[in-house]
């Protein structure tokens, strides 16, 4: 069984920084790519974003760019996502999820149909 665990996430003013990581345990499994995505309330899951394990190839959200970095420790088996200058739309239930597949991808996958496994989510809250 694959488990991500996320962490991090809490209540923080606007213009703040978060720094949610994402654990990722179990038995061994293909890892190509690890993203993060939000859900706000009555909204869909977004797409945040991506880094590949080998390579650390990075996509991002327009929404997030220049203000969010992925980046991962291959050793600790973990992503992280810095999140700074946060906005009060940034509020939403952040998740992480696991490409496990083989393919070679032309990109980050941003889709959730791409993901194989999922975190149970951490909350991140922006007061204005």
């Known amino acids: 069984q694959v488990q991500l665990v996320e962490s991090g996430g809490g209540l923080v003013q606007a213009g703040g920084s978060l720094r949610l990581s994402c654990a990722a345990s179990?038995?061994?499994?293909?890892?190509?790519?690890m993203g993060w995505f939000r859900q706000a309330p009555g909204k869909e899951r977004e797409f945040v974003a991506a880094?590949?394990?080998?390579?650390?190839?990075?996509a991002y959200a327009d929404s997030v760019k220049g203000r969010f970095t992925i980046s991962r420790d291959n050793a600790k088996n973990t992503v992280y996502l810095h999140m700074n200058r946060l906005k009060p739309e940034d509020a939403a239930v952040y998740y992480c999820a696991a490409d496990a597949s083989r393919l070679v991808r032309n990109g980050a996958p941003t889709l959730r149909s791409e993901y194989d496994y999922w975190g149970q989510g951490t909350q991140v809250t922006v007061s204005s």
């Open positions: 880094i590949s394990w080998i390579g650390g190839t990075t």
């Open positions: 179990g038995r061994t499994f293909i890892r190509n790519y």
